[in-house]
């Protein structure tokens, strides 16, 4: 018996460009806002400070319902899409996308916004008695000095969107080739007592969570100890 | 650093495009109740003998929640549910794009991989050796309808609440009893033909304590106009595909009907 068959390895595909897109669309998303986050004094931080960290508390199963309703045809965002002659977003791939983004936010939000927490303003307003621009500012001084944070949120982010499943079984409908990741194949293989297959999959998970894990903290450049 | 830009390079290259499935054929994707699971797996298998180049992707759930995806704009182009009333929705929504067809009657069955079952009432549940008793969610799922209604008919229904646990379709109903977790499940005939399932023993439960599980299928306003989900419509209620309905534990309309 082949150790995965092509549906198999059409749902690790599927998976891997789903984590891909997503993580890179929140680094390129989340970096302002976490920026935002650490630097504003806006009584509104809080508040989305909360909002950012809310899909950590939800069940995945309430954030996938409000989504179906949200997005679904009959919605308003619906209609508009229907208008400019898209498709709903529901049950297929870039509704995947815009789920799992919001489902994975805090992973990559959270680690970033403490990262530029901790470089702290006083840097930057070195950089900015130099005469650097802001834009100089943040790309020379923060961000170099943010990396490390900016590697835990990758790796978060990624392997989060991974291992995701309440969100995308209610908003992906586990439809093979579009919708129907590795979560939802091993699913699937359990229900239809299929273990040995069950378990092939969620191997490759384990091993990838655990590698996941691992590189992120070789990656991570080690803080001396204090004395 | 430059370690980290070369991972993010990497992500880059995994976001482009798949290449396109090979293949010029027809395509289509059928949502299932999940009594088929099995024998739909046959039935496509057997169509595709005859019809190769014909791709037919199959996902399965409970026939409750699979109308609410259809409803919710689901690309399926057919819909085989368990029972004939979710159909009728599908219809009465204007989301159908033809009649409901009977293609075959449902039993039911309770199922246990340790107890010897053939001899075994529907009343006889009652009894604390049979433990937790696994049943389809009845709000979604048809097969769990009929499980309550069986289980209220032999006056057992309240008694039995806290031994229940309740699967989100047959087949994890299923799923529940054939690994142990449920000492006895009360599932689908059509899944006991099952190989994983044959280590078990089981005994129908009358039709006349439940409500008729006429399965009907519809064609989807999705797939309304699509010749592959005609064509393979048409082959359902062909011989063939009957032939392995019956042998996958299931009666025909006709001839149950009368």
Redesign the interface.
């Known amino acids: 018996m082949p150790l995965l068959s092509p549906q198999d390895l059409q749902a690790f595909g599927l998976t891997l460009r789903l984590a891909a897109t997503v993580t890179v669309l929140l680094l390129v998303l989340g970096t302002p806002l976490a920026w935002w986050l650490a630097l504003t004094r806006s009584r509104w931080q809080r508040p989305v400070a909360a909002v950012v960290a809310l899909p950590l508390v939800l069940p995945p199963t309430v954030l996938g319902f409000y989504l179906l309703l949200l997005l679904g045809p009959h919605s308003v965002v619906g209609h508009l899409m229907a208008a400019v002659g898209l498709s709903a977003l529901p049950f297929t791939f870039a509704g995947l996308v815009v789920a799992s983004m919001l489902y994975s936010l805090p992973f990559v939000v959270q680690p970033l916004h403490n990262a530029f927490e901790s470089v702290g303003t006083r840097p930057l307003e070195a950089a900015a008695c130099l005469r650097a621009g802001p834009l100089d500012c943040f790309f020379s001084v923060a961000l170099p000095q943010a990396m490390p944070g900016f590697v835990t949120a990758t790796v978060l982010g990624f392997a989060h969107t991974v291992g995701e499943f309440g969100v995308v079984l209610m908003i992906g409908g586990n439809i093979p080739g579009r919708t129907r990741v590795l979560s939802l194949r091993i699913y699937d293989h359990v229900e239809a007592g299929e273990y040995h297959q069950a378990h092939m999959l969620s191997l490759c998970l384990l091993v990838f969570s655990f590698s996941a894990l691992l590189a992120m903290s070789l990656l991570r450049p080690r803080r001396r100890q204090r004395g | 650093?430059r370690?980290?830009l070369c991972?993010?390079m990497a992500?880059?290259v995994?976001?482009a495009p798949?290449p396109a499935?090979a293949g010029d054929g027809r395509h289509i994707?059928i949502a299932a109740a999940?009594d088929l699971?099995f024998a739909m797996d046959a039935i496509v298998a057997s169509y595709r003998q005859e019809h190769s180049r014909d791709v037919i992707?199959v996902?399965?759930?409970s026939s409750g929640k699979l109308l609410t995806?259809i409803e919710?704009?689901?690309?399926f182009e057919l819909f085989f549910s368990a029972d004939s009333g979710y159909p009728q929705q599908l219809v009465a929504h204007g989301q159908a794009g033809g009649q409901p067809v009977p293609y075959a009657l449902g039993g039911i069955v309770l199922w246990s991989a340790s107890i010897d079952m053939r001899k075994v009432w529907v009343e006889d549940l009652l009894q604390p050796r049979f433990g937790r008793i696994a049943i389809a969610n009845p709000q979604h799922a048809p097969y769990g309808k009929r499980a309550e209604q069986a289980l209220r008919k032999a006056g057992i229904w309240d008694q039995l609440q806290s031994r229940l646990v309740y699967g989100e379709?047959v087949?994890?109903t299923?799923?529940f009893a054939?690994s142990g977790n449920a000492r006895v499940g009360i599932v689908a005939q059509s899944l006991v033909v099952?190989p994983?399932?044959a280590g078990g023993s089981y005994v129908e439960v009358p039709p006349t304590d439940y409500e008729p599980l006429q399965q009907s299928f519809v064609l989807t306003r999705h797939g309304a106009g699509n010749p592959l989900a005609r064509d393979f419509a048409h082959y359902v209620q062909g011989a063939r595909a009957r032939g392995i309905l019956v042998r996958y534990g299931f009666h025909l309309p006709d001839a149950a009907g009368g």
């Open positions: 650093m370690m980290f991972c993010l992500l880059g995994l976001i798949l499935p994707t999940a699971r992707d996902v399965y759930g995806q919710q704009g689901a690309p379709n087949a994890q299923a799923q054939q099952d994983a399932m």
